[in-house]
């Protein structure tokens, strides 16, 4: 251990004794708090399997009526915005000041791109009375279970884009800090933090997309 | 701890490997494959967030104790489905009366 | 309020029996580890009081053997108990194959039995002694649970599906009957009965209430009514599959899963028709949510059960007592 | 007893260091954050004392002549939310550990200051939600918010109060990440893992699993909520959807959630046992991991809830045995416990009384536990008196016992006062004795087959019912003369030494009450916990 704190530098915080301990902490900190993350969609995840298994072929069909060209660019899309993310922490680490600011202002334009597909799509989902609840409508054979479908595929995707947002608003923030120049090689842990829940929001869709999207599209109705 | 710095290069070619597999997984959703099509695809989305997890997370190259967070919160997201599924997997099999 | 003061529930089946055994073992086992470890805590707290203020207690270094001891004696009789727990509990889930079928509908806040003969009766239910009885249940709104006390069994009552519980009365008497699910502002008043008659005198009560059809008479005019007989038909398999002998067999989905078909699954095929098609139809059958109510549910349900192996049994009258219960017989 | 440090009143500490309002409000330390918790949760245990009381009034007839039905039903889902999800989930973590964590492993303080802060304004808002649901009438629900009836048939305030929970879940995951990361991060030098108090390692093992474990729960309320309110049905039955699913996962939880009332409390009692025999633990290893290993396990058992919900009969015996699979770790650390007391130097002070009444109360909770994990009792109990007996000998009997435990024995250490010795001993004595006369009778009733929350009932029962409620007004009285004697100690009282016990741990050396940072410098750890010998002793053994 280090010698105890004498006087304290900018940047770090008076409960730790140097950036080192702190940047430990901060990085633990996050990765537990997206093990939360894990379980908190966990649960959505374990109603989808349960009832995908109960009721398959409802489950075709309602996978059938999303958009699947939009699906896969959104796909697309988000794993960039990912690369971009990923580029962006790279440039803190390396001190590249003027490249973080433009990595995350891509980052946050493809997560804008990513949530204007979605408005497109749930758009059509309401036009086509696919979202649950009193307008509901179905003409094909089992509606109560399409229906059941469309409960999880909306709120699956629904708390997905809100995590988007979430990490968006952020974004910004993270983006004028760095172009005041907030970060260095030594301080860098916002932008790490934000690094992982981006990826974590794009892990969460890249199971999403196959289990909303694309099982069962080899079933006929 | 001494930071570990990914290179670009990596940064690339692991944002290429994805979508390739995303390519892939679209493209066997279509096929005939039987059970097989819901095993290609959570395999491949499995690939595609271990890819993620491990080079844009940075989890390939941090400490022992990341990596055991990391692998706990899947762990316990298994407990969580796989002890679930096991109400309903065994449901109605004890029908057969007492005789 | 001291007259009436029990300490210990009625005991009027053999299977309750079974549960005191276990419980007052596992009393016992409990009382002597309860004790065990007060008296050793008082024993200690006296033997080793403190009596100088400077004093320091003498460690031992632990024992790794000690220390097995006492986690495995436990896990063994934990391990025992659980076994013979889960023989009690399997028990209490699987009815013997003859055991006479009764349908219980829960709602808020009440209990409607009704008898394979079709009496009704509401929180009241009486059954003969020494007949092995089968309630099939539901519920129209919440989770209820089917709680008899004298009786040890419980089942919680779902909408939405069928569960059972079954048991056997062997004490005449008139025994408690309590919701033990939550359900709202009168669950504490979801209260009944269950009189447990001899034979004799149950048959005089059964020919004494007002009796409707028998439940199978009544799925099978609900059967006709809504025109189930011009797709289902007992001659041809062309339009939908020919319910007779159907119930128990396994049939296979147009998924290719294998279902066996149980009321479980009929009510399915009623609300949700083409949820789980048979393989090889189409899905023409409209559904019956909100069409039928769930004891029309069961009357269709016995109806279809009641249907032997032979098609043309289906113009013979139906026997007057409960022929859907005797196929079931080993 | 050992007075070494100087007791001068003009010694700048935490709680003088700063005046105002503001100061409190606006805090980072952690110390400051565990007062602020403890009188929210002093509030909220009040309130939901409150509605136990008119619980046992109302049962004391068997007729249900005080309240309404309705009522009653929104009494005792009040009295289950409070109590829980206000009092018990944050309970020893929030005060006891908050205050003592940082101090126990020599930090200055958690990792993450701002956040312990967050996290008490984020409680608060949940508690603020559910009193303002309470107050216009409340919820019906039970605390458990089953499904239909929660979604579809109830027309009282679910979503303030599931809010409310929820909101207060995440003051729950804030706490255990920050523990999470203190105790991995913040240790002094010296200070490994098997040095660590038992009281770090029963509240590194809670953490655990409100990390793991609050999001699921989160999301099921969440659930809940959407379906009232945007009509998205997961658990509908007509959409198929399956209200026992809504019990998998609020379980996957709820049973957890247990393990983080009882195991901080099972850390305090390791501390007051220790601390009382002035002697090492025994079998230290084995009651650290013992904490870790009800954590793992305790996520594996949450079926027995559901044994008789139409949970197949297979998945009810996997979740039988591993419930049994659960007891052996508690059963080992109160066997190393009792051990401990041999040939200790037992002093009969306040706190020690708690400890010891919770071994004989936890004895009890957890042995009718395992009986109502048994398939075949459970059947008969379920949902009845018993359970309702069992899980207050665990909640009450044990998670309250050691929390009041702990406040005696590190309130001098917290307000730098000591409170009056007897009645200190009289109001522990009328808890013990109150807490069994008011739950002992309900194991008698729940296997006479009094089913839980029910207002009205058979005239039978009410003999064991006048009893309980006579207990609950004694236990009533044990409850509030501590909470009069540790307001007026705060003025009055005589002035706390360092170390008023004779105490080992890190605590105890630094003054009462301690100043913002805890320590001048860093301490470096050289010896192993309770090591109440000294070194050359522990050379010739």
Redesign the interface.
């Known amino acids: 251990?280090p010698d105890?704190s004498s006087g304290h530098a900018f940047g770090l915080?008076?409960?730790?004794?140097d950036y080192e301990?702190q940047r430990?902490?901060s990085y633990?900190?996050v990765w537990?708090?997206l093990?939360?993350?894990?379980?908190?969609?966990?649960?959505?995840f374990?109603?989808y399997i349960?009832?995908r298994s109960?009721?398959p072929f409802?489950f075709a069909m309602g996978s059938h009526e999303l958009d699947i060209t939009l699906g896969s660019i959104n796909t697309a899309v988000l794993i960039g915005s990912s690369l971009t993310m990923a580029m962006a922490v790279w440039a803190t680490q390396t001190g590249r000041r003027r490249s973080i600011v433009a990595y995350i202002l891509a980052t946050i334009l493809l997560g804008g791109v990513f949530l204007g597909i979605k408005v497109v799509e749930y758009t059509a989902k309401f036009e086509h009375h696919l979202f649950?609840?009193?307008n509901f409508h179905w003409q094909g054979s089992d509606p109560?279970?399409v229906?059941?479908f469309f409960?999880?595929y909306?709120?699956m995707t629904g708390?997905h884009a809100l995590h988007m947002v979430i990490g968006i608003g952020i974004l910004l923030v993270i983006a004028v800090l760095a172009w005041r120049g907030s970060f260095s090689p030594q301080n860098h842990n916002l932008v790490e933090g934000i690094g992982l829940y981006w990826h974590f929001v794009d892990i969460v869709w890249i199971f999403l997309f196959p289990l909303l999207y694309l099982l069962g599209r080899n079933i006929q109705s | 701890m001494s930071e570990h710095i990914t290179s670009p290069k990596i940064y690339i070619l692991v944002f290429l490997s994805l979508m390739v597999l995303t390519t892939v997984t679209v493209a066997v959703a279509f096929m005939e494959l039987g059970p097989l099509n819901d095993v290609i695809a959570l395999t491949i989305a499995v690939s595609k967030a271990s890819l993620v997890v491990l080079y844009f997370m940075h989890v390939r190259h941090s400490t022992p104790?990341t990596k055991l967070v990391v692998v706990?919160?899947f762990l316990?997201l298994i407990?969580?489905i796989a002890?679930?599924l096991?109400?309903?997997y065994?449901?109605?099999?004890?029908r057969t009366p007492l005789g | 309020?001291?007259k009436?003061?029990?300490?210990?529930?009625d005991r009027a089946t053999e299977f309750a029996g079974?549960?005191d055994a276990?419980?007052f073992t596992?009393?016992g086992?409990?009382a002597f580890?309860?004790a065990l470890?007060?008296f050793?805590?008082v024993y200690?707290?006296i033997r080793?009081?403190?009596?100088a203020?400077?004093?320091?207690?003498?460690?031992?270094?632990?024992g790794l053997w000690?220390?097995l001891t006492?986690?495995v004696i436990?896990?063994i009789i934990?391990?025992g108990?659980?076994t013979?727990?889960?023989?009690?509990?399997?028990a209490?889930?699987r009815a013997p194959a003859y055991a006479v079928e009764y349908f219980v509908t829960a709602k808020?806040w009440m209990w409607k039995f009704q008898h394979p003969e079709g009496q009704r009766e509401i929180n009241h239910f009486h059954v003969p002694l020494g007949q092995s009885t089968r309630l099939t249940m539901t519920s129209e709104?919440?989770?209820h649970?089917f709680?008899v006390?004298?009786f040890?069994?419980?089942?919680?009552v779902?909408?939405?599906?069928y569960?059972s519980v079954w048991f056997k009365a062997e004490k005449t008497g008139t025994f408690?009957l309590?919701?033990?699910?939550?359900?709202?502002?009168?669950?504490?008043?979801m209260t009944g009965t269950i009189t447990v008659m001899e034979p004799a005198e149950y048959e005089a009560w059964l020919a004494d209430v007002k009796k409707g059809p028998s439940v199978v008479a009544s799925g099978k005019e609900l059967f006709q009514a809504k025109a189930c007989n011009t797709c289902h038909r007992p001659d041809t398999a062309a339009q939908a599959p020919i319910l007779h002998g159907l119930y128990g067999e396994e049939v296979e989905l147009g998924t290719g899963e294998i279902v066996m078909v149980d009321a479980n699954y009929i009510r399915d095929s009623l609300l949700?028709p083409t949820?789980k098609l048979v393989k090889g139809y189409k899905p023409l059958m409209p559904t019956y949510?909100g069409q039928l109510s769930e004891e029309e549910i069961l009357q269709l349900i016995s109806y279809i059960k009641s249907l032997g192996d032979e098609p043309d049994e289906e113009d013979k009258p139906q026997q007057e007592t409960t022929p859907e219960f005797q196929s079931e017989e080993r | 007893?050992s007075t070494t440090v100087t007791t001068s009143a003009k010694r700048l500490n935490y709680l003088n260091v700063d005046h105002g309002m503001k100061s409190w409000l606006l805090t980072k330390d952690h110390k400051r954050i565990a007062i602020l918790y403890l009188i929210s949760l002093s509030f909220f245990f009040l309130i939901g004392g409150l509605m136990a009381v008119f619980i046992r009034i109302e049962l004391a007839t068997p007729a249900?002549d005080l309240v309404e039905?309705?009522t009653y039903?929104r009494l005792f889902t009040m009295h289950g939310v409070l109590m829980i999800f206000l009092f018990l989930i944050p309970g020893v973590p929030a005060v006891l550990g908050n205050f003592l964590i940082?101090i126990m492993i020599g930090?200055?303080?958690?990792?993450?200051?701002k956040l312990n802060l967050a996290s008490w304004y984020v409680f608060n808002a949940g508690g603020l939600f559910m009193i303002w649901a309470m107050l216009h009438g409340g919820v019906?629900?039970?605390w458990t918010f089953?499904t239909?009836?929660s979604t579809?048939?109830?027309d009282t305030h679910v979503i303030a109060t599931a809010l409310g929970a929820f909101i207060a879940g995440f003051a729950s995951?804030m706490t255990g990440?920050?523990f999470?990361?203190?105790i991995?991060?913040?240790r002094?030098?010296g200070l490994t893992w098997f040095r660590l108090p038992l009281f770090v390692w029963a509240h590194y093992a809670t953490a655990l699993i409100q990390?793991?474990?609050?999001?699921?729960v989160?999301?099921?309320i969440l659930?809940v909520a959407?379906e009232r309110l945007?009509?998205?049905?997961?658990f509908d039955?007509?959409?198929?959807?399956?209200?026992?699913?809504f019990q998998?996962?609020f379980w996957?939880y709820s049973h957890p959630a247990v393990y983080i009332m009882i195991l901080p409390a099972m850390g305090v009692i390791s501390e007051l046992i220790t601390a009382f025999?002035?002697?090492?633990i025994?079998?230290?290893k084995?009651v650290a991991f013992s904490s870790v290993a009800i954590a793992v396990l305790g996520?594996?058992v949450?079926?027995h809830h559901m044994?008789?919900?139409?949970?197949?009969?297979?998945?009810?015996?996997?979740?039988?045995?591993l419930s049994?699979?659960v007891?052996?770790p508690s059963?080992?650390k109160?066997?190393?416990w009792?051990?401990t007391?041999?040939?200790?130097?037992?002093?009969?002070q306040t706190p020690m009384i708690y400890a010891?009444g919770f071994?004989?109360l936890f004895?009890?909770g957890g042995?009718?536990g395992?009986?109502l994990?048994?398939?075949?009792?459970?059947?008969?109990v379920?949902?009845?008196y018993f359970v309702v007996a069992h899980f207050h000998y665990i909640m009450v009997g044990g998670a309250i016992m050691a929390y009041l435990g702990g406040l005696h024995f590190w309130w001098p250490k917290m307000t730098g006062r000591m409170y009056p010795v007897f009645w200190s001993k009289i109001s522990a004595g009328l808890v013990f004795f109150g807490f069994n006369l008011t739950f002992f009778p309900q194991f008698?009733l729940g296997?006479?087959?009094m089913?839980?929350?029910?207002?009205?009932?058979?005239?039978?029962f009410?003999?064991l019912n006048?009893l309980s409620s006579a207990g609950a007004t004694i236990l009533g009285l044990g409850y509030l003369i501590p909470i009069i004697y540790f307001i007026w100690s705060m003025r009055y009282g005589e002035r706390a030494p360092a170390n008023p016990w004779?105490a080992y741990g890190l605590e105890w050396e630094i003054p009462s009450p301690p100043t913002t940072?805890n320590f001048e410098?860093?301490p470096v750890v050289t010896r192993e916990a309770y090591d109440?010998?000294g070194i050359e002793e522990k050379s010739v053994?």
């Open positions: 251990m105890p915080a008076h409960q730790f004794d301990q430990e902490a633990l900190g537990v708090f093990v939360t993350e894990i379980l908190f969609f966990g649960g959505l374990t109603a349960v009832y109960q009721f409802a649950p609840g009193p109560a279970h229906e059941m409960n999880l909306f709120a708390l | 104790l706990a919160g316990w407990f969580l002890l679930t096991s109400d309903y065994t449901r109605g099999m004890i | 309020m001291w009436n003061f029990p300490l210990f529930p079974q549960v276990l419980y596992f009393l086992i409990s580890f309860s470890i007060a050793l805590v200690f707290a080793y009081r403190r009596r203020d400077d004093e320091v207690g003498r460690p031992e270094k632990a000690l220390e006492w986690s436990p896990l934990l391990l108990m659980f013979w727990g889960a023989k009690v509990y399997i209490a889930y808020q709104d919440v989770i649970s709680f006390p004298a040890r069994v419980k089942a919680d779902l909408p939405g599906r569960t408690q309590f919701c033990a699910e939550y359900c709202g502002a009168e669950h504490s008043l949700n949820a949510q | 007893m249900g039905p309705d039903n940082p930090a200055k303080d958690l990792a993450f200051p019906d629900t039970g089953y239909p009836y579809a048939f109830t995951i990440l920050n999470i990361v203190t991995h991060r913040m002094a030098p990390v793991l474990g609050t999001p699921v989160a999301i099921t659930l959407a945007l009509g998205i049905g997961i039955p007509a959409l198929g959807g399956d209200p026992v699913l998998h996962l996957f025999a002035r002697k090492r025994f079998g230290y084995f996520f594996l949450w079926g044994f008789v919900s139409s949970q197949s009969v297979y998945a009810g015996i996997l979740f039988s045995v049994m699979l007891a052996v059963a080992v109160t066997f190393n009792t051990a007391l041999y040939q200790g130097s037992i002093s009969w010891l071994l004989g004895v009890i042995l009718t395992t009986m994990a048994t398939l075949g009792i459970d059947i008969h379920h949902d009845t008698i296997y006479l087959g089913p839980r929350r029910y207002h009205a009932y058979p005239e039978e009410q003999v006048v004779g940072y410098e860093t109440y010998t053994a």
